[in-house]
């Protein structure tokens, strides 16, 4: 992959990692009422989206780390949602954060 591209996907990672954490943290109000009503499967997808540019902005990181770092990135703002007022750590998120990065690259190790 050309270094041009590896800096998008850095840029378009970081862009995406804010996103989700904003969304993860702050309160209810702020975020579309279709969100919260489902939930899991956005959980899902944002973690899935960050395993996939994560692929594209570091190709030589192996799939399986990237997606231990997703976890772990996962389970962290998991842990920081606890230390909110409208928030509480809940493993169904981090379930379907975990899924999310492994469906996204295991179709990447699949197709790539």
Request: hydrophobic share 60%; net charge neutral.
């Amino acid at each position: 992959m050309a270094k041009n591209s590896e800096t998008i996907f850095q840029i378009m990672w970081f862009a995406a990692l804010i996103t989700v954490l904003w969304g993860m943290l702050v309160g209810h109000s702020v975020i579309p009422r279709w969100v919260h009503q489902n939930d899991k499967i956005a959980h899902f997808f944002a973690f899935g989206a960050l395993a996939g540019m994560a692929h594209g902005a570091w190709p030589s990181l192996n799939l399986a780390t990237i997606w231990l770092m997703i976890v772990g990135l996962g389970l962290l703002t998991e842990g920081a949602q606890h230390l909110t007022i409208q928030h509480r750590f809940c493993w169904r998120d981090a379930v379907a954060n975990s899924l999310g990065a492994g469906c996204v690259l295991a179709l990447l190790h699949v197709w790539a």
